[in-house]
């Protein structure tokens, strides 16, 4: 082996080892998010209602607290613009919820907020 050879092997085993970690620390985060955001979503969409006479029945809401955990792991992971928009959706949902089982909003509204 030439000189040149031992030198690139040397050099090559540090190199490959940072970026071997780099890459995985990036798809380690990446994975956490998109499991983070699934949760997100399998709350708000195990939210079931429907309408009463005067309010909104509302069930499997129980689980919206935990958006405010969500949202405060995606802060950790450095995703503050979604962890922001998982706490702002977090404090509608409440709010809508609240105001549909107290009658101040109608089946239709209510549908249209969950849509959204």
């Not at 792991?73 to 503050?80: A, G, I, P, T």
């Amino acid at each position: 082996m030439s000189n040149d050879s031992i030198i690139s092997l040397f050099l090559g085993i540090p190199i490959g080892i940072i970026s071997g970690l780099y890459t995985g620390i990036i798809v380690t985060r990446y994975a956490r998010f998109a499991e983070l955001r699934n949760e997100a979503l399998r709350i708000i969409r195990s939210i079931d209602f429907m309408q009463e006479s005067s309010f909104i029945q509302i069930n499997n809401d129980h689980d919206v607290s935990r958006l405010i955990l969500i949202s405060s792991d995606m802060v950790f992971l450095r995703h503050s613009k979604a962890g922001e928009l998982v706490n702002q959706l977090s404090k509608e949902i409440q709010s809508t919820n609240i105001a549909a089982r107290s009658g101040q909003i109608n089946i239709i509204d209510y549908s249209n907020y969950y849509g959204d």
